[in-house]
């Protein structure tokens, strides 16, 4: 399967925060934040691997700062990893003050995604061509994340079949 450039599923979307979309605290839920980013990190794993695609974890959120009503939210996702069958996607959201227009980087994650067929089976996924340094440094954190998620699956593989 050739490998695609990690721009050619590159995926936005922008949201305004609604009244509906707070917390008590009068700021963005972080649940609908992680919504909107699975959401784009979604479209992307879909673009990239033009397959059915389940998320099967999160890695790492860091919400960095809150969010107001009325504030215009732009995500991005793109992929810097990919394995046989899964993706590592990361995701960006950028927080615009409308009346300004000063932008703050606001929330980041990692999602991984697995491409299944029509039996929920996970199937073969492009690699990606890493294009900016970015891309590069995130595809090495991920490898690291994915051997250390392997070696500790092997481990407790083992450590059950010691117990039975
Ligand atoms: C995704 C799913 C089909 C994978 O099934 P599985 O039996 O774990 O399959 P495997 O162990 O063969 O793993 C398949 C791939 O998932 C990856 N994977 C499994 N668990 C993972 C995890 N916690 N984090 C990241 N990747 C993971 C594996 O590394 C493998 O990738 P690779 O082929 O690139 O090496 C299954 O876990 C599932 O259906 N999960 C529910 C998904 C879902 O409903 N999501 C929410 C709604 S979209």
Redesign the pocket.
């Known amino acids: 399967m050739q490998a695609k450039k990690a721009s050619e599923s590159e995926s936005h979307l922008t949201w305004i925060v609604a009244p509906q979309d707070l917390n008590r605290h009068g700021t963005l839920f972080g649940g609908q934040l992680l919504a909107l980013a699975d959401r784009v990190a979604a479209m992307t794993a879909l673009r990239h691997s033009r397959q059915d695609c389940?998320?099967?974890?999160i890695?790492k959120v860091d919400f960095l700062a809150p969010v107001h009503h009325g504030y215009i939210l732009d995500m991005t996702a793109r992929v810097h990893f990919?394995?046989?069958?899964?993706m590592e996607i990361y995701v960006s959201a950028i927080a615009e003050e409308p009346r300004s227009g000063a932008r703050e980087l606001v929330c980041e994650a990692f999602f991984?995604f697995?491409a299944?067929d029509e039996n929920?089976?996970?199937i073969p996924v492009p690699g990606v061509e890493l294009e900016t340094e970015t891309d590069r440094r995130l595809n090495q954190e991920a490898q690291a994340r994915?051997n250390a998620?392997?070696a500790g699956k092997s481990h407790a593989r083992t450590a059950r079949m010691n117990k039975s």
């Open positions: 389940v998320t099967v974890s890695d990919t394995a046989r069958t899964s991984s697995v299944v929920n089976r996970p994915y998620r392997k």
